[in-house]
């Protein structure tokens, strides 16, 4: 089956540690994305990609860090920088036409302490 | 920038009844509409996508609706299920740089 991975399901980290939320997909898809979601919030953009070795800022970009070495990986590092980690965090793909709906992962609960 | 808002947050209806949740965004020069259902501690499921030229989008016992003049969209649920609770979000893709912007969801609880 088709799909995307995020991997782990759960991570827990102390602060000032950099930790990297990865995300596999083998839907063949171009654009990748990466969404916060907080409770009670809808998703945010951190970053996003349509095309390998090229990515974009999102809304909130600020304190993380992105790659896309490969069309099926697209990894999220949270660096010591970003000021309130603690999230729900998605990894979404998509055709590269606007008009394809997007897939989303099963999400990474990080928790910073 | 585009503002896309969801009411009410929360609704809880019994089992068999038809429903509708709303969805409003502040720019009408949207390219699509997305509702998405997201279930506890899960990633988010696509629904149904509307494109522009589109007026309303079916699937199952599922229809969205669009009317970008009023900047509004609806996704009709009929003779709901228990099944059904999840949070429903819409999202529209817009601007220069396509990118989506997420409402804050509808949390439905259907009661058996």
């Known amino acids: 089956d088709g799909g995307i991975t995020q991997s782990p399901k759960y991570l827990f980290r102390k602060e000032g540690q950099n930790v990297t939320l990865s995300c596999e997909q083998n839907?063949?898809?171009?654009?990748m994305y990466w969404y916060r979601q907080d409770p009670g919030q809808g998703l945010r953009l951190i970053y996003y990609?349509?095309?390998?070795?090229?990515?974009q800022k999102g809304d909130i970009a600020e304190g993380y860090s992105v790659s896309r070495e490969k069309k099926e990986s697209f990894p999220l590092t949270v660096t010591s920088a970003q000021k309130n980690p603690t999230a729900f965090y998605l990894c979404?793909?998509?055709?590269?036409?606007?008009?394809?709906?997007?897939?989303f992962g099963n999400g990474t609960r990080l928790t910073v302490t | 920038k585009q503002e896309v808002t969801q009411i009410p947050a929360a609704l809880s209806v019994p089992e068999g009844e038809n429903l509708v949740l709303n969805c409003s965004f502040t720019?009408?020069?949207?390219?699509?509409l997305q509702w998405f259902r997201q279930d506890p501690g899960k990633g988010l499921t696509s629904l149904l996508l509307?494109?522009?030229?589109?007026r309303e989008q079916t699937s199952g016992r599922l229809n969205a609706s669009l009317d970008k003049s009023s900047g509004r969209s609806t996704l009709y649920i009929a003779a709901s299920q228990p099944g059904d609770s999840a949070t429903y979000l819409c999202?529209?893709?817009?601007?220069?740089?396509?990118?989506?912007?997420f409402g804050s969801g509808t949390q439905l609880t259907v009661l058996p």
């Open positions: 979404a793909s998509s055709r590269a036409d606007y008009n394809s709906p997007l897939h």
């Open positions: 839907l063949n898809h171009d654009a």
């Open positions: 990609s349509q095309i390998v070795n090229d990515f």
């Open positions: 720019d009408s020069a949207i390219y699509n």
């Open positions: 509307i494109q522009s030229s589109q």
């Open positions: 999202a529209a893709i817009s601007g220069s740089a396509r990118q989506l912007t």
